[in-house]
Structures are given as C-alpha cells and as structure tokens.
T-cell receptor
Framework: DTGVSQNPRHKITKRGQNVTFRCDPI?????LYWYRQTLGQGPEFLTY????????KSRLLSDRFSAERPKGSFSTLEIQRTEQGDSAMYLC???????????????FGPGTRLLVL | AQKITQTQPGMFVQEKEAVTLDCTYD???????LFWYKQPSSGEMIFLIY??????QNATEGRYSLNFQKARKSANLVISASQLGDSAMYFC?????????????FGAGTILRVKS
C-alpha cells in the first residue's frame, strides 16, 4: 500500500492527557498537511509542511498543539492537555507541490478519530 | 464570508441515474483550483476530480464530470450512472493561489444516498 497512512486510527483519552498522532505520507511527496474535521463539517486546515519546514499554521492551532516533520518524512501531531472540544477526526494529507504548480492534488490518509472523555 | 458553499445538505438519486451536486465559491484570486472529494463512512477522503481556474474545458474523470461556470463561480459535480457505492459524503474544496501555502478550504459537504 503506497497511500498515506495514519496511526492510530482511533484514540480515546481522558481530559488533560497528552496524545500524539503519526502520519506517513506518500514517499515522494514533499508537502504534508494536517486538517481537523468535526462531525457534520468539512475539514479545516491546521498546519502545513514543505519538507521539514513548517510553513503555515492556522489560528485553530492553539499552543497546546504542536506538529513536527523531522527529516521531511513522517509527521507527528501532538495535543497537550486535551479538552473535550478537541474531539474530532484528524486528517493528514500529502502532495507533490512546488511554486507555480497549478494542479497540486492532496491525497488523504484514513484519519485518526479522537474522543476526549 | 463562506468561501465554499454547498447548499444541498442531502441528496437522493436512483441507481443508474445521474445526479448533480452543487458548489459555489468565492475568491478574488485569478489563480485557483477546485477539487471534489468523496468521504465514505470509513472516513478517508478520496480525490475525485480537479478543475483549474485557467482550464478551458470542463474536467472529466470516468463517471465524474465538473460543470465549471467561472462567471457564476460555480463548480458542480455531475455523477453519471449512479452506483450504490457512490453513497457517501461529497466535499467541494478550493485552493487559492499557486504559491506556497496551498491549503484547501472545504465546504460543509453533501450527503448522497443512492437508492436501488
């Protein structure tokens, strides 16, 4: 399987605990995106990496959230001191992108469903 | 202001018939891209079709086609010969610009149910 993979697929945690999600992009893709999707809504952008550099962060990404992409390969998204409002599906996407490339298609992973009790 | 509007929360279609899912968008950037994704109950977002703002022809991919009306800022997805497996949530999304920061902005989605 050469698609985007995410682990774990499901996570249940108690309020106040820290959680970490992992995303493995398609191997040749240089860009990696994190989105959050709550029930009944479309995904919302959280952050984006070009190789190992984190180039953009949404204001949705509070200081309890941190993302890394060491060596420009896999990425992790950590949420510290989880709150019930963090319950959502966290989606990772990757793409092959470069400046002025018009058709940059993002391919998504299966997501990680987080439930904070 | 909403950048992507999908006005149909839910749609039903009879198997083997065609269905159109509506999408309107708002941008002042002349360079943008429009995408449609399918999300089955499993949760994965599956890319269906892309239309660039400078593309002269409407995009087609198998049973999917995009009715792109630039002046009206609409990019409706047409699914021909619907199949039971088409039952899913469908999202329209837009990417503004072609530089760095190519995040997608999504609409709220339309649930499609195909009846046998």
């Amino acid at each position: 399987d050469t698609g985007v993979s995410q682990n774990p697929r499901h996570k249940i945690t108690k309020r106040g605990q820290n959680v970490t999600f992992r995303c493995d992009p398609i191997s040749e893709h240089n860009r990696l995106y994190w989105y959050r999707q709550t029930l009944g809504q479309g995904p919302e952008f959280l952050t984006y990496f070009q190789n190992e550099a984190q180039l953009e962060k949404s204001r949705l990404l509070s200081d309890r959230f941190s993302a890394e992409r060491p060596k420009g390969s896999f990425s992790t998204l950590e949420i510290q001191r989880t709150e019930q409002g963090d319950s959502a599906m966290y989606l990772c996407a990757s793409s092959l992108g470069y400046f002025m490339r018009f058709q940059e298609t993002q391919y998504f992973g299966p997501g990680t469903r987080l439930l904070v009790l | 202001a909403q950048k992507i509007t999908q006005t149909q929360p839910g749609m039903f279609v009879q198997e083997k018939e065609a269905v159109t899912l509506d999408c309107t968008y708002d941008t002042s950037d002349p360079s943008y891209g429009l995408f449609w994704y399918k999300q089955p109950s499993s949760g994965e977002m599956i890319f269906l079709i892309y239309q660039g703002s400078y593309d002269q022809q409407n995009a087609t991919e198998g049973r999917y086609s995009l009715n792109f009306q630039k002046a009206r800022k609409s990019a409706n997805l047409v699914i021909s010969a619907s199949q039971l497996g088409d039952s899913a949530m469908y999202f329209c999304a837009m990417r503004e610009g072609v530089g760095y920061g190519n995040k997608l902005v999504f609409g709220a989605g339309t649930i499609l149910r195909v009846k046998s």
